[in-house]
């Protein structure tokens, strides 16, 4: 077979094969992939409208409580009343042993009757000097020393019959008695211990009154009206409700929740309303100063409250902090970092980073 001369290449097809090789030389790997864009759910804040009604959980307790306690010491026998129990003025709650008090009642009464008995001797030794000066047989001396020892034995005889009286009275101290009407809350010592003065034995809750206690955020304690009423709701039985009044406000925060507690006298509260029950107090505010956005919005940054608040210009996303004045389970009021118009993430917030590209699923104004 003759052999072909190999025709050269044009300068065309050539050009266009080095222009594919250099491609080619320069392709390092995959082009970069596009950012990611998260899809998320948001609002536009608005300025909250005001008259809104806030809610917060409390307990019934008695508006006083008594600690009902011994006045001398000595082991405790018997306790008549445990938690729970009614107790009336004048009912004996507990008792403590009687023996060292009876004898010193006895040894008391054995010193007043030896008071008496030399009073007696020294008011006839008196009489007879009184008779014999008057008839001229003794000396005025001795008719003073006479007096004078008379008037020591009355002395003796008054200092006895008060110490008589102080046995008897700490020996009625020997039962303790409630003086007021009410229900036992809480027990102190046990029978058998030996207690000192004015250790709690019961604490009872007066049947006086009673008051709705709640604790209550430092910002909504501030933007409460002057004397609110206030609405009580029983919490497991909405139909038993009455109204109320502020009737004291703690001057100290709580250390660890920062909220402060706070007593409403209620008004004729219903006897479903008992002891320990729990309660929802509710009140209208005036106006309220802050916005409105979901509950879901938030998170936390710098340890803080914190929101998402998306950019219109680029959708993307920045952490911002937020003041909270109030919430609830469904929404909260924001009182400073949010401007009216901001829009803000309400679901997704958790797979957010800063500067992240979004896509905004909806809006609702607020």
């Known amino acids: 077979m003759p052999h072909r001369p190999l025709r050269p290449l044009s300068p065309r097809p050539l050009a266009v094969l ?97 008071a008496r008995a030399q009073l007696t001797e020294a008011a006839n030794n008196y009489w007879r000097q009184s008779e014999l000066l008057r008839d001229g047989w003794t000396t005025r001396v001795r008719y003073d020393q006479a007096n004078q020892t008379r008037q020591s034995a009355q002395s003796a005889v008054d200092a006895a019959e ?24 809480q027990r102190g010592a046990e029978p058998g211990e030996v207690v000192q ?6 604490q009872v809750a007066r049947d006086e009154g009673r008051d709705a206690v709640f604790d209550v955020p430092p910002a909504l304690k501030d933007q409460a009206p002057a004397n609110p009423v206030i609405e009580v709701v029983l919490a497991t039985d909405p139909a038993v409700r009455t109204t109320g009044r502020v009737r004291e406000v703690s001057p100290r925060a709580d250390a660890v929740t920062g909220t402060f507690q706070v007593r409403v006298g209620l008004a004729d509260p219903p006897a479903a309303m008992r002891l320990g029950a729990t309660v929802t107090g509710r009140m209208t505010l005036g106006s309220s ?14 340890n803080q409250p914190a929101v998402w608040v998306v950019n219109p210009a680029d959708e993307t996303v920045s952490i911002r902090n937020v003041e909270l004045v109030r919430h609830d389970p469904g929404h909260v009021v924001v009182g400073t970092g949010l401007s009216a118009g901001d829009i803000v993430v309400t679901a997704g917030v958790q797979a957010l980073r800063p500067g992240q590209k979004v896509r905004l699923l909806g809006g609702a104004a607020r």
């Open 18 to 114: 080095l222009a594919l090789l250099m491609v080619a030389g320069c392709d390092g790997g995959p082009p970069p992939t596009p950012p990611e864009v998260r899809p998320v759910r948001v609002v536009t804040v608005e300025h909250s409208a005001g008259g809104e009604v806030v809610s917060l959980t409390g307990t019934v307790q008695a508006e006083t409580e008594v600690n009902l306690a011994f006045r001398i010491d000595g082991r405790m026998v018997e306790r008549l009343a445990n938690v729970g129990d009614t107790v009336r003025a004048g009912q004996v709650v507990a008792r403590l042993n009687r023996d060292n008090e009876e004898n010193g009642l006895r040894a008391a009464r054995a010193q007043l009757v030896a």
């Open 197 to 202: 003065p004015g250790r709690m034995i019961v």
């Open 289 to 302: 100063a802050g916005y409105a956005i979901p509950a879901s919005a938030l998170t936390r940054a710098n």
């Open 162 to 185: 008060a110490q008589v009286g102080i046995a008897e009275t700490r020996l009625g101290y020997t039962e303790l008695v409630s003086d007021v009407d009410g229900r036992v809350t």
